[in-house]
């Protein structure tokens, strides 16, 4: 099926029963092509055959790097980073993109997960870490990692030692950081809510932040090592079978 032209979108809650519409301006006559994607909590981003970075969906909090808040139903190139975007990473309400020399983010900027400034919304790509080594990115809920020669580094909501800081500090302000026990080299990253993970080079698997019954690092009893807080663990530990 092919959509073109202004859609009105019209679906029921399921909980309430309330009816909800969205005016989408644009619809695609012709599927996007992406080299990779990336989905947050209400809109995606691609990187597109030209290594632009592009997103989409429910804007309002800057999700889409173009200075604009009205919804979006095509990625539009994001022309402020200008070097060739080699990975793209939503989540929660907001992204990064990692290029040769760093990562780039911007969206909702409300625990610092974009960048160390008093706005609330980053609507434009800010250079949020300046190096070229970063080798990936993560972004969470409310919190944003990279991974650098085996290292991670995070930074943003902090309120369950999701950045790998103690848990009383709500927000690390600057990419910093997370103490790997025994220095272990981790290769890659991924983010929930409050919580992270990374996988070791033999394929182990680290994680910190939230500790509870309602996420994917209570299964083994929160490993029973020490915590950093009511339920929550400040720096990685193994997962264990």
């Given at each position: 099926?092919?959509?073109a032209?202004?859609?009105?979108?019209?679906?029921?809650?399921?909980?309430?029963?309330?009816?909800?519409?969205l005016?989408?301006?644009?619809?695609?006559e012709?599927?996007?092509?992406?080299?990779?994607l990336?989905l947050?909590?209400?809109?995606?981003c691609t990187?597109?055959p030209?290594q632009f970075a592009?997103?989409?969906?429910?804007?309002?909090?800057?999700?889409?790097?173009l200075?604009?808040?009205?919804?979006?139903g095509?990625?539009?190139?994001?022309?402020?980073?200008?070097?060739?975007?080699l990975?793209?990473?939503?989540?929660?309400?907001?992204?990064?993109?990692?290029?040769?020399?760093?990562?780039?983010?911007w969206?909702?900027?409300?625990?610092k997960?974009?960048?160390n400034?008093p706005?609330?919304?980053?609507?434009?790509?800010?250079?949020?870490?300046?190096?070229e080594?970063?080798?990936?990115?993560?972004?969470?809920q409310?919190?944003?990692?990279?991974?650098?020669?085996?290292?991670?580094?995070c930074?943003?909501?902090?309120?369950?030692?999701?950045?790998?800081?103690p848990?009383?500090?709500?927000?690390?302000?600057?990419?910093?950081l997370?103490?790997?026990?025994?220095?272990?080299a981790?290769?890659?990253?991924?983010l929930?809510?409050?919580?992270?993970?990374?996988?070791?080079?033999?394929g182990?698997?680290w994680?910190?932040?939230?500790?509870?019954s309602?996420?994917?690092?209570?299964?083994?009893d929160?490993?029973?090592f020490p915590?950093?807080?009511?339920?929550?663990?400040?720096?990685?530990v193994?997962?264990?079978?």
């Amino acid at each position: 099926m092919r959509l073109a032209g202004p859609v009105a979108l019209v679906w029921v809650s399921l909980l309430g029963g309330t009816a909800c519409q969205l005016q989408v301006d644009e619809w695609p006559e012709k599927p996007v092509h992406a080299a990779e994607l990336s989905l947050g909590y209400s809109f995606g981003c691609t990187i597109d055959p030209h290594q632009f970075a592009g997103c989409w969906g429910n804007i309002e909090h800057g999700q889409s790097g173009l200075d604009e808040s009205h919804h979006r139903g095509v990625p539009l190139p994001i022309t402020a980073i200008n070097e060739p975007v080699l990975q793209v990473a939503a989540g929660g309400d907001h992204a990064c993109a990692r290029v040769a020399h760093g990562v780039w983010c911007w969206g909702h900027n409300d625990v610092k997960q974009v960048a160390n400034t008093p706005a609330s919304v980053v609507d434009t790509p800010h250079h949020a870490v300046n190096r070229e080594d970063v080798d990936d990115v993560a972004v969470g809920q409310g919190h944003s990692c990279v991974l650098v020669a085996g290292d991670v580094y995070c930074w943003g909501g902090n309120g369950h030692g999701q950045t790998g800081q103690p848990s009383d500090q709500e927000r690390t302000l600057e990419p910093t950081l997370v103490p790997v026990p025994g220095g272990v080299a981790l290769r890659s990253l991924h983010l929930g809510n409050r919580h992270s993970c990374a996988l070791d080079e033999t394929g182990g698997v680290w994680c910190w932040g939230i500790c509870g019954s309602q996420t994917s690092i209570a299964y083994a009893d929160c490993f029973g090592f020490p915590q950093c807080g009511d339920g929550d663990r400040c720096s990685p530990v193994p997962a264990q079978e």
